[in-house]
């Protein structure tokens, strides 16, 4: 991780670490071209496809990649033609883009919207080897579920994402073999009454008459959230503790840099992270490695170890496409909604925003590092 090697058509030759990760062209890169097939009723995608293909790749020099937590200095940069490509964050899709369609005045400048689908998850995980959310007792089980069914997902998306997001179901996700739109699971309810009641049943109850839940034991029982400092993570934290309080479960919040965090997280440090995952390929492996026992402490960060689960995880691993197959993933699926090692939150679409001369956007999902499939139009840059 400190010392990135590989054959691609970039390489790094600047890091600063949370601020500034640059890349300039590989002179060694294999040739290869720019060879997408657009679908045929993609009117903007065959124009692209026209405009770029045989073109060798990469088409462009150097990439600065740019990280700003807060969202108003980044979307402003944006603005003022400081970048050419730039997410556009919750805060500010409303005003960029009402609706769903580009504001008229970003329009008139040749700025263009584009709405990706993400074949992605957000999610929170509790480490199954923490002393309060971890276990496989029933007591364990019953308060992980209670969290789970105590959280508000769709007013997530409604409030914090904008509608920008599809509630999700489990771990596997859009545009992946596996994925049924019309599926609807325990993972994305919303019942804070049967949370309260699975907490009841279990001894989580109020013992000193503070409003907040005690473990069956008497000790202490607070929920101990790690986050970052940015402003879309504050919001989500107020949503976190408004829902958590109302099913009389206490919850502090422990910020730090998303790398130190991660560092954590890999020793098994933290107790609950909120996290996302992508899909590198069109197959649900690597969803379904988020809670492969041998996977702990890389991407098993909840560090989930059912027997059960990893001989699913191995079948679906091994076997092709087909009734096998998936069974194994319909019966892995429902150990992590019994057992709760994660809760699956949201699949997003991503709004990206880029200026006029950026062109050969949106790119494939599957693919990282979609720079090298854009070029920029020199004549259409602003004057200096």
């Not at 970039?10 to 890091?15: A, D, G, I, S, T």
């Not at 009117?43 to 045989?54: K, Y």
């Not at 202490?220 to 993570?233: E, G, V």
Request: proline residues 8%; contains cysteine.
């Amino acid at each position: 991780m400190e010392h990135p090697v590989g054959t691609g058509p970039f390489r790094l030759v600047q890091w600063r670490r949370a601020s500034l990760i640059a890349l300039e062209r590989n002179p060694r890169f294999r040739e290869e071209t720019w060879d997408e097939h657009p679908a045929p009723g993609d009117a903007e995608g065959q124009a692209l496809a026209r405009r770029l293909r045989g073109r060798r790749i990469p088409m462009i020099d150097r990439v600065e990649v740019s990280i700003i937590e807060e969202s108003q200095p980044a979307w402003l940069a944006f603005l003022g033609g400081d970048f050419d490509v730039a997410v556009l964050r919750s805060e500010f899709v409303n005003v960029a883009a009402p609706q769903g369609r580009l504001a008229p005045n970003l329009a008139r400048q040749g700025m263009q919207l584009h709405m990706v689908a993400r074949p992605d998850i957000v999610y929170t995980y509790f480490n199954m080897e923490d002393a309060i959310v971890g276990g496989y007792t029933p007591e364990k089980v019953a308060l992980r579920r209670a969290v789970a069914l105590g959280y508000d997902t769709d007013k997530e998306i409604r409030l914090l994402r904008k509608q920008l997001g599809l509630p999700a179901q489990g771990l596997v996700v859009p545009m992946v073999p596996g994925y049924d739109p019309a599926l609807r699971s325990t993972m994305s309810e919303y019942n804070p009454e049967r949370a309260r009641a699975l907490l009841d049943l279990y001894g989580y109850v109020d013992r000193d008459g503070d409003g907040f839940r005690e473990l069956p034991d008497g000790r202490p029982l607070t929920l101990r959230f790690a986050t970052q400092n940015d402003s879309t993570i504050r919001r989500q934290n107020e949503l976190w503790v408004k829902c958590m309080s109302a099913i009389g479960l206490r919850m502090t919040f422990e910020p730090a840099q998303w790398p130190t965090q991660l560092q954590k997280a890999r020793a098994g440090g933290l107790q609950m992270w909120l996290l996302s995952q992508t899909a590198g390929e069109p197959d649900v492996n690597d969803m379904m490695a988020l809670g492969h026992g041998p996977n702990k402490g890389d991407m098993n960060l909840s560090r989930f170890d059912l027997p059960a689960f990893n001989a699913d995880f191995r079948r679906i691993h091994e076997l092709p496409d087909g009734p096998e197959r998936a069974a194994a993933l319909a019966d892995a699926q429902k150990l992590l909604l019994a057992y709760m090692p994660i809760k699956a939150q949201v699949h997003r679409v991503r709004p990206f925003v880029t200026q006029r001369w950026m062109v050969g956007y949106p790119s494939n999902p599957f693919i990282y590092g979609w720079w090298r499939h854009v070029d920029i139009d020199l004549a259409a840059l602003p004057a200096k």
